[in-house]
């Protein structure tokens, strides 16, 4: 599946995002969160799977992200929860930067 290149998703430009930090997108009518840590890219639902908060909003510390509202916490690479009370991982979309675009796959 993800060898189809409509699963492909252009999210934004590299050069946007900010290093070791969060920002929220709109992609594929989804809202996401994307984190930059250390000149890698990924990619998560931004939604907090514990209750209606936006990551974005959080704090990034390395490849953790901390939730605004109850303080529990992700892993950004594998979206499982590293920290009470989260308990339900985090969906993650597989991340390709192509040409300095940052493209996620939806599909899976
Ligand atoms: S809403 Fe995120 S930890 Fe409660």
């Avoid at 690479?77 to 991340?95: F, I, M, N, S």
């Amino acid at each position: 599946m993800s060898s189809n290149p409509k699963s492909w998703t252009d999210a934004t430009s590299i050069d946007e995002l900010p290093d070791d930090d969060v920002t929220g997108l709109q992609v594929g009518g989804r809202d996401i969160a994307i984190y930059k840590v250390e000149g890698e890219v990924f990619a998560t639902d931004n939604t907090c799977t514990h209750g209606h908060a936006r990551l974005c909003d959080g704090f990034l510390d390395g490849h953790e992200i901390e939730c605004p509202l109850h303080q529990g916490k992700f892993n950004v690479r594998d979206g499982q929860p590293t920290c009470a009370p989260v308990t339900e991982a985090l969906r993650c979309y597989p991340v390709r930067i192509v040409d300095g675009r940052v493209l996620l796959n939806m599909a899976g």
